[in-house]
């Protein structure tokens, strides 16, 4: 299978910056998505990466190297709502497009 | 637009019992449709997938089936359930981008 790795858990402080990085096996590869889950709900979809470069949405950008296998979701102004579990999706060529998804980063913003 | 539905929210079965849950999709044609388990503090756990009516593939060996009635419907059962199988079940759909999930249905085997 391909395997998707990402921290397994991260803190930061309020109204600062944090990186999640997500790595993945480069063979095959259609597109990476980045999910917000809250605890006892459902992910809700962030961002798309098919292409190299930075996706920026407000305060949320998502990062793509595709020779790399590498891709980064980056939080700013961090606000003790985006307190949640981050997951890191992959699609691959050949596999139906079926998303196979990282374990997800579990983070904690404090005051 | 399209939206998902999935139910029950909660449930509390015992060892033996059979199961059943239930996603609707509205707002599209023949989505791909998925069923995700998460156990506490784990990642999503791909159980089954349809590309169509009537067409289940499953992931992993399981005390789970899958079943596609109708072009937006997928329905999860089980005749006994087990104690592993408690869990956080999600039900999803995509036509190709980013997967929409239902609201999720917490089971809890006992």
């Known amino acids: 299978g391909q395997n998707i790795d990402q921290p397994t858990e991260m803190t930061a402080t309020e109204g600062a910056i944090v990186q999640i990085n997500c790595t993945y096996q480069?063979?095959?590869?259609?597109?990476l998505f980045w999910y917000q889950q809250h605890a006892g709900e459902a992910p809700t979809f962030l961002s798309y990466?098919?292409?190299?470069g930075l996706e920026e949405k407000g305060r949320f950008s998502s990062f793509l190297s595709r020779s790399k296998g590498y891709s980064y979701l980056l939080l700013k102004e961090l606000q003790m709502k985006d307190s949640a579990s981050y997951l890191c999706?992959?699609?691959?060529?050949?596999?139906?497009?079926?998303?196979?998804f990282g374990r997800g980063t579990s983070l904690i913003v404090h005051p | 637009s399209q939206t998902i539905h999935q139910w029950p929210a909660t449930l509390v079965q015992p060892v033996g019992s059979p199961l059943s849950l239930e996603c609707t999709v509205e707002?599209?044609?023949?989505?791909?449709l998925y069923w995700y388990r998460q156990a506490a503090g784990r990642g999503l756990q791909l159980l089954f997938y349809?590309?169509?009516?009537?067409?289940i593939s499953s992931e992993v060996p399981q005390n789970l089936s899958a079943s596609r009635p109708q072009d937006r419907q997928f329905i999860l059962s089980s005749k006994k359930l087990l104690l592993s199988d408690s869990g956080f079940y999600l039900c999803?759909?995509?036509?190709?981008?980013?997967?929409?999930f239902g609201s999720g249905t917490r089971l809890t085997v006992v």
């Open positions: 999803a759909w995509s036509g190709g981008g980013p997967s929409t």
């Open positions: 480069t063979s095959g590869f259609n597109g």
């Open positions: 990466n098919v292409l190299d």
């Open positions: 999706a992959v699609t691959f060529k050949g596999g139906s497009y079926i998303p196979t």
């Open positions: 707002g599209t044609s023949n989505p791909n």
């Open positions: 349809s590309v169509g009516i009537g067409q």
